[in-house]
């Protein structure tokens, strides 16, 4: 199983980024899929999961609204839209499967970066 990240970069205050995570070797439903993102000198935090079997969606509170997590399970990709981005949620953020929204397969991270 491996996932490949990409679709950072920088944006303004405002603005929006959308992430890809691109899957080899699981089904996109038939596993939890997350995004999770890191401060540097902080503790990873979960953004946001879907479930694999009822496409239930959670969210991190500071985000509910502006972000939106998505699959294509035909193309074994799954999205996070961010829009009305602010400066908090530049971090390096990774992409996640597993079981329940447990994490066991992680991404590479991806730096977003968003300025004031």
């Known amino acids: 199983v491996q996932l490949q990240a990409s679709g950072g970069g920088s944006a303004q205050t405002g603005g929006s980024l959308r992430l890809s995570c691109a899957a080899s070797?699981?089904?996109?439903?038939?596993?939890?899929i997350g995004w999770f993102r890191q401060v540097s000198g902080k503790e990873r935090e979960g953004v946001s999961c879907?479930?694999?079997?009822?496409?239930?969606?959670h969210y991190l509170e500071s985000v509910k609204g502006r972000f939106t997590i998505s699959r294509d399970v035909d193309n074994s990709v799954f999205y996070l839209q961010m829009n009305s981005l602010k400066p908090e949620d530049t971090a390096v953020y990774y992409c996640?499967?597993?079981?329940?929204?447990?994490?066991?397969?992680w991404g590479q991270g991806t730096q977003v970066t968003v300025s004031s």
């Open positions: 879907m479930s694999g079997s009822d496409d239930g969606t």
């Open positions: 070797g699981l089904r996109l439903d038939q596993y939890s």
């Open positions: 996640a499967a597993g079981p329940e929204c447990v994490p066991k397969t």
